[in-house]
């Protein structure tokens, strides 16, 4: 389902890598979100100058809602290829909105060994935080009802796009 | 008779057997095992899952290696574990099981991992919290008398899918004293409900129970000849007790028709597995060559256990 | 005291009686039937319209767990359940705590249940000191103290020899043996029916020919001895295969099957449900259906609830450990019923089964509602539906697979030698 108030996703990207674009650091590691920070972390090492390791994270081991919620169906594997222990690392989701996914990325970052510095980088940020957190390089701001979620998809070609979904699906957070 | 393991809402609420439990979430609990894997080879071997949750290892049968896996999985989860070494007799306590268990409840247990001597303990226990009222308590079956060891029967599985894939087209021969094996019980239990082409046993009359057939598996009683175009080898350990007196003559006789030699092996597919559940009686089921030879995945299956473990806990914590 | 039972539906089945009318008692006795007695006064009327008036059930075997088993059960409760479940005489097993192997005890156990005015209770002696299997008792002494039989309860008496000895003593003097077929040996360490539900449950299990081993025993036996023999809870097809064969070869014994096993077979231990861990085991789906076939062609001569109160305790244990046995006295009448109508049986022919054929065996007078008989009897509600609840049942044993059912048949009066000992 899209609205056509939904900014398209791959101009939106482009902004995004514009902001990267010289003023990351050289060697950053990219690594993102599962499922929609990882598509989106793979294309911006594509349009990055030079080399960046992949990353990717499932943060279903240090959500916060386990409690309420449970175990998540769907696991990926974190997986990290490099030395985190003195790197520099660029955190990639697809939508930042209460922070708590990215709380938890970090955590789960830090069981890895400790960074020299994480900076976030977000395609969308849709405001309605419940933690102190905040991105460095944002794609673009938009606001969005609470019953909503923005889900990013990536089609069968490998272009990505923008829906809005009713809050409660899988996607978003 | 609604399954005892499943609460209402057709969510694990206790792991006690894997018979009737739905390929989903057989499935469901390999598919979680498998970040787990990964976590093992990091530095922090930790995730917050269970933190804040007490697991009681309730061992009423001595057996260090389980519990030693149930601990480090619990603690992977960061959750406290406190381990209860209870004698073998009760009634030299002068404790019963349920007394035990209501005592343990009222020091806010989240968690029982039980190991019994009698088939049917992790059951009682899943009942009697349910009576109580107390079914957010999870029960995980550690192994209870022959009846069933069903996170051995998992991380059995998870081996045979990580080296094999899938079910459908599998030849697996289970050897030894299946009459007495509650290892055997389960993954036979788990291998007939996703769907194994062929499952065997293997081993004297003797050590076959009654009607084992009607388990889906089909008897052999020549190890040769069931071996023959296997690709997965489960030889299952032979105890002490069993070795001599009207079950067996000795662990020779045994070694000689039923022990797993390279020569044997030859007659199973060329790029087959062997398994066991361990401890090993090197010489008794198996030949060193065999378990320290290049079809074993003995090793692995150690490693994968702790994996499976974290994912049944993970996932009862969780319902 | 004069007592009128009128209009019920008088069934009588060694007399092949069923039809509704009236029922006269006096000083303990049938007075008449149908019609009143000269000069007739009823002291009571119990009005049995729409109930059934039967000979009071004569349950062969019930524990009554005294001496020695107090924490289970007592004489008072047990014999309170009885009369609730419409039994006016019972026979209990030697297995008491110390078995019923010496005059003193039986005695004293005729003298308690005399005292509470209850039913009937026909004490069953021990055929070895101790249940030990080694020495035979004074089996003449213990029948003049009131043994009706003797037998080993569900002991083991391994030694072939001294059962021979014990077998050929008893003949001597005409007293009958009670006997559980099952070889010790075979059964050892066994607690359920071997066959899928044991090999699936991983229980230790007792092969159904641990019972066809021991028949073929004692039949040799019965046939050198001339003893005769009742066979105490059949469970298995071939076991009654046997046995029919046994009676048509013209051999003097009898058998009887308990009730759990003419409704439950081993698939009902579900998930290890304690209650259905009774002995012998609840064997398998073709067995019931043979203990249900022998006992319609009368191979099965009765049936009885093999009545064992086990305190909570004692079955709140892994299935192995826990304590054999189920409560039966008040279950017996509506079990009965129930197994009468999945059978589309008569309810005379299936009420014969626990009076007219257990007075039988027992070489007892009653069990019949013939004019001079003791007025043991029970009137009953076919059609009131109960729920077996630990509160609905005065059995101190609770302990019974039927928890949760609603069954058939409510016990509205009980008579005891002419005295009405119940009513609900």
Same mark, same amino acid.
């Given at each position: 389902m899209t609205d056509v108030s939904l900014p398209d996703a791959e101009i939106t990207l482009g902004r995004l890598a514009d902001k990267l674009r010289g003023a990351a650091a050289f060697d950053a590691k990219l690594v993102g979100i599962h499922s929609g920070g990882a598509w989106l972390a793979e294309r911006l090492a594509q349009m990055l100058p030079g080399e960046h390791p992949l990353g990717s994270i499932d943060v279903s081991f240090y959500r916060d809602d386990y409690a309420q919620k449970g175990l998540r169906a769907k696991l990926a594997t974190t997986t990290l290829p490099f030395e985190v222990e003195g790197s520099h690392i660029i955190l990639v989701d697809d939508v930042l909105y209460t922070g708590r996914s990215v709380r938890a990325a970090i955590n789960e970052i830090f069981d890895y060994g400790r960074p020299q510095s994480i900076e976030l980088a977000v395609l969308i940020d849709r405001g309605g935080r419940e933690l102190p957190i905040e991105a460095k390089y944002v794609g673009a701001r938009l606001a969005v009802a609470r019953d909503l979620s923005i889900a990013l998809q990536r089609r069968p070609d490998g272009s990505l796009e923008l829906s809005l979904e009713p809050a409660g699906s899988a996607a978003g957070a | 008779m609604r399954n005892p393991q499943l609460n209402a809402d057709g969510q694990l609420q206790h792991l006690l057997t894997l018979e009737g439990l739905p390929p989903e979430v057989i499935g469901r609990i390999l598919d979680t095992a498998v970040p787990f894997v990964s976590i093992a080879e990091r530095d922090v071997k930790k995730v917050p899952l269970l933190r804040g949750k007490t697991v009681f290892n309730l061992f009423f049968e001595n057996s260090t290696r389980t519990r030693t896996t149930f601990e480090i999985a619990a603690k992977r989860l960061s959750a406290d574990v406190i381990n209860l070494n209870i004698g073998v007799s009760s009634t030299t306590k002068g404790e019963t099981l349920l007394d035990t268990i209501d005592n343990l409840v009222a020091m806010n247990a989240d968690m029982f991992i039980v190991r019994h001597g009698q088939s049917g303990a992790p059951h009682l226990i899943a009942q009697h919290l349910s009576a109580a009222n107390r079914s957010h308590i999870h029960v995980v079956n550690a192994g209870d008398g022959r009846h069933g060891h069903p996170t051995q029967g998992l991380l059995d599985l998870f081996t045979i899918r990580h080296y094999k894939r899938d079910f459908h087209g599998l030849t697996v021969a289970i050897v030894g004293d299946v009459l007495h094996s509650r290892v055997a019980r389960s993954l036979i239990h788990g291998l007939t409900t996703l769907g194994t082409a062929e499952v065997r046993v293997i081993g004297p009359q003797t050590l076959l129970p009654t009607a084992v057939e009607s388990l889906g598996v089909r008897v052999l009683h020549d190890m040769r000849e069931g071996l023959v175009g296997c690709d997965v080898v489960v030889m299952l350990r032979l105890q002490n007790e069993r070795m001599k007196g009207s079950l067996l003559p000795s662990a020779g006789e045994f070694f000689r028709h039923y022990g797993l030699t390279v020569d044997k092996l030859k007659l199973a597919k060329p790029d087959a597995i062997v398994m066991h559940p361990g401890p090993m009686n090197r010489g008794v089921e198996i030949d060193s060559a065999v378990a320290d030879g290049r079809h074993s995945v003995i090793l692995p299956q150690v490693t994968f256990g702790i994996a499976v473990r974290m994912a049944v806990m993970s996932i009862l914590a969780g319902n | 005291m004069k007592i009128e039972i009128r209009n019920g539906r008088v069934i009588d089945p060694r007399h092949g009686l069923d039809r509704n009318t009236t029922l006269y008692i006096a000083a303990g006795k049938v007075a008449a039937l149908d019609d009143a007695p000269a000069g007739w006064h009823a002291n009571r009327?119990?009005?049995?319209?729409? #109930?059934?008036?039967?000979?009071?059930?004569?349950?062969?075997?019930? /524990?009554?767990?005294?001496?020695?088993?107090?924490?289970?059960?007592?004489?008072?409760?047990?014999?309170?359940?009885?009369?609730?479940? %419409?039994?006016? &005489?019972?026979?209990?097993?030697?297995?008491?705590?110390?078995?019923?192997?010496?005059? %003193?005890?039986?005695?004293?156990?005729?003298?308690?249940? /005399?005292?509470?005015?209850?039913?009937?209770?026909?004490?069953?002696?021990?055929?070895?000191?101790?249940?030990?299997?080694?020495?035979?008792?004074?089996?003449?002494?213990?029948?003049?103290? @009131?043994?009706?039989?003797? &037998?080993?309860?569900?002991?083991?008496?391994?030694?072939?020899?001294?059962?021979?000895?014990?077998?050929?003593?008893?003949?001597?003097? @005409?007293?009958?043996?009670? #006997?559980?077929?099952?070889?010790?040996?075979?059964? /050892?360490?066994?607690?359920?029916?071997?066959?899928?539900?044991?090999?699936?449950? %991983?229980?230790p299990a007792i092969p159904a020919f641990a019972e066809t081993i021991a028949l073929d025993t004692i039949f040799e036996l019965v046939r050198a001895t001339g003893v005769r023999v009742h066979l105490a809870r059949l469970s298995s097809h071939e076991g009654v295969a046997r046995v029919r064969a046994a009676k048509k070869a013209g051999l003097p014994v009898t058998c009887d099957v308990a009730i759990h096993h003419v409704h439950l077979c081993d698939v009902d231990i579900g998930w290890f449900n304690a209650h259905c861990h009774l002995v012998p085991p609840l064997r398998g789906t073709r067995d019931r259906a043979a203990l249900r076939a022998g006992l319609a062609d009368g191979t099965i001569d009765l049936i009885c609830s093999d009545h064992t109160p086990v305190d909570?305790?004692?079955?709140?244990?892994?299935?192995?450990?826990?304590?054999?046995?189920?409560?039966?006295?008040?279950?017996?009448l509506p079990l009965t019923l129930k197994w009468a109508r999945e059978e589309a049986l008569p309810l005379s022919a299936a009420l014969a089964r626990v009076t007219a054929e257990p007075a039988r065996v027992l070489g007892l007078e009653s069990g019949h509602l013939g004019p001079g008989a003791d007025a043991d009897v029970c009137v009953f509600d076919p059609d009131a539906h109960w729920r077996v609840e630990p509160s609905a049942l005065r059995s101190q044993g609770k302990n019974t697979p039927f928890l949760g059912f609603e069954l058939p048949g409510k016990v509205r009066y009980t008579l005891v030698g002419g005295h009405v000992v119940h009513e609900s």
């Open positions: - | - | 009327v119990l009005d049995a319209a729409g #109930l059934v008036v039967c000979p009071g059930l004569i349950d062969v075997s019930a /524990r009554l767990r005294e001496p020695g088993f107090e924490y289970k059960a007592t004489l008072d409760s047990e014999m309170a359940a009885a009369i609730a479940g %419409g039994v006016t &005489s019972l026979a209990c097993p030697p297995d008491t705590d110390p078995p019923l192997d010496e005059p %003193g005890l039986v005695q004293m156990l005729k003298h308690r249940a /005399r005292s509470l005015n209850g039913a009937h209770v026909y004490p069953i002696g021990a055929l070895t000191v101790g249940l030990k299997g080694e020495t035979i008792t004074e089996m003449g002494e213990l029948t003049e103290a @009131g043994c009706i039989a003797f &037998s080993h309860a569900d002991a083991a008496l391994a030694d072939t020899q001294v059962l021979f000895r014990a077998l050929q003593y008893a003949a001597t003097f @005409g007293y009958r043996v009670w #006997l559980r077929a099952q070889d010790a040996s075979l059964a /050892r360490g066994g607690v359920a029916h071997d066959g899928e539900v044991a090999t699936r449950l %991983g229980l909570d305790d004692a079955k709140q244990l892994p299935f192995a450990e826990a304590e054999p046995g189920a409560t039966g006295l008040e279950l017996l």
